[in-house]
């Protein structure tokens, strides 16, 4: 049997091992390659793993698993959503296990929900393999955008959003543009004058410099910016980050969360602001 | 060369593996095997590790790295020596890569540092080889004791403690006993009458059912029983629980806190009692 790119066979037993750092190497048990197409963006697998169940793979790293992937989403899109107190027009830029959109449609005051994805072949297979994560997203609100999120935000519009999304992978392939100055200033724009947008800031255990440089742009353009963390198991290192910009608003309204998730709660929402000391040592503070 | 256990040699590289789960496999690559030794309680290594500099593993499995030792041991003595208004005489079992004694020495008002550890080699081991964990330790005031946790706790004492930190292995090999209702039960009968125990309770994540356990069994011994967590990146699944037995006293002082420390902080003591809804699922309300 030819091995996949990525598996391994080991006697009778298929290995999938994501290789985040040169030195350090995670090795999960699969039970079937459930899906494994090449497309013009990047290798995408989705794979029923044992301990994780089905999970999304993009160019070898690991993006959702069915029994961690809310962990991400929710952390994504309820903090943005608690902290903006109307939220109306809402742009998810990647997010392409579906997850986060899922997610923002638990909010009937949201009338916009564009999502701008460039690898429409990633939403197909979520959809159809990884419903743990994509939910079924019949709800109407929901457009699906398959576009580079770099261009579509340059393009002119007769709206504003009032919170953008930025669901991107890792700072590598497809997603590298996603993390510069030029997208960010673009973000802004697209943004009404109270607006605040949100990114994944990646690990502050390794890589730290991304998350400082994501913090410097982003403090360039918005007067508020912030930082959040969460613990995302099948996430090298299990810390990670976000980073919110923001126009105008500053705080989260704990008490007036009232979503059915099974991470984010009132408490969460207070406390994942509460950094280590390691990680506020990483704060720029000028 | 022979290749120590759990060791692998790769072309010119060297691998640990440490495999928590049968279907989950974490491959760290090694500069150097520092020491390894068999105890007559379990195997003894400390590699230097590439990403996570010296780590201390028992029995194939990773107890503490310099990269993240200190979220751990900061996390098990800081939040109980919080809670308790003026601790005087602590206990520690277990703990023998030194760094929760290293914590528990940065409070003047404590007079009293007992150590309790099965392995004298584990202590030798940090002592020379783990010193970013173990520090220098030369504190008078703690007496380190060599025997089994189990069996200190039954003996006739002069003296009761205020705090007692159960800093143990996972509950297999030497470490069982230490998750036994009967060792709870000496650990109450050894704490002044507004006196608070911590033990480690694994990863709510992967061994939820142990997590359970040990709620269940405190709650049938102290009056207050409570669960915080921190992210341990080296610990599978980088989730981590800890849970607290309180004879009295219920709250932490966040304003008090006042050490030196890379993790805890104010908030950091705030928030670790603010609890994910997938944990807050796994709670005993009774």
Redesign the interface.
């Known amino acids: 049997m030819k091995m996949e790119k990525y598996l391994q066979q080991v006697g009778d037993e298929i290995?999938f091992t994501e290789i985040d750092?040169?030195?350090?190497?995670?090795?999960?048990?699969i039970k079937e390659v459930v899906y494994s197409e090449t497309s013009p963006f990047q290798h995408i697998m989705i794979l029923d793993?044992?301990?994780f169940g089905p999970m999304l793979v993009l160019d070898g790293a690991i993006q959702s698993t069915a029994?961690?992937g809310y962990?991400y989403n929710e952390m994504i899109t309820h903090i943005p959503l608690n902290i903006h107190p109307n939220p109306k027009n809402v742009l998810i830029i990647g997010g392409g296990d579906c997850g986060a959109a899922r997610e923002v449609a638990k909010y009937p005051g949201i009338q916009r929900i564009d999502m701008v994805e460039i690898d429409e072949m990633v939403v197909k297979a979520s959809k159809k393999y990884l419903k743990e994560v994509s939910g079924d997203l019949s709800d109407p609100r929901v457009n699906f955008i398959f576009k580079d999120g770099t261009a579509f935000v340059k393009e002119k519009r007769d709206y504003l959003y009032d919170v953008i999304i930025v669901d991107s992978s890792d700072p590598v392939g497809p997603a590298v543009k996603l993390f510069e100055l030029e997208f960010y200033k673009d973000l802004y724009n697209n943004l009404h004058e109270d607006g605040l947008m949100v990114c994944q800031s990646e690990s502050p255990?390794?890589y730290p410099e991304m998350m400082v440089n994501i913090q410097k742009r982003l403090k360039s353009i918005f007067p508020v910016v912030k930082l959040y963390m969460a613990?995302?198991?099948t996430y090298p290192?299990?810390?990670w980050s976000f980073t919110l910009g923001s126009k105008k608003y500053r705080e989260p309204n704990p008490e007036a969360f009232d979503k059915d998730?099974?991470?984010?709660?009132k408490?969460?929402i207070?406390?994942?602001?509460?950094?280590?000391?390691?990680v506020?040592d990483l704060l720029i503070t000028d």
Chains 1, 2 share one sequence.
């Open positions: 290995w750092r040169d030195n350090l190497k995670i090795n999960y048990r793993s044992y301990d029994l961690d962990i255990f390794f613990t995302v198991p290192g299990g810390f998730t099974k991470y984010v709660n408490g969460i207070k406390s994942c602001f509460q950094l280590p000391n390691f506020k």
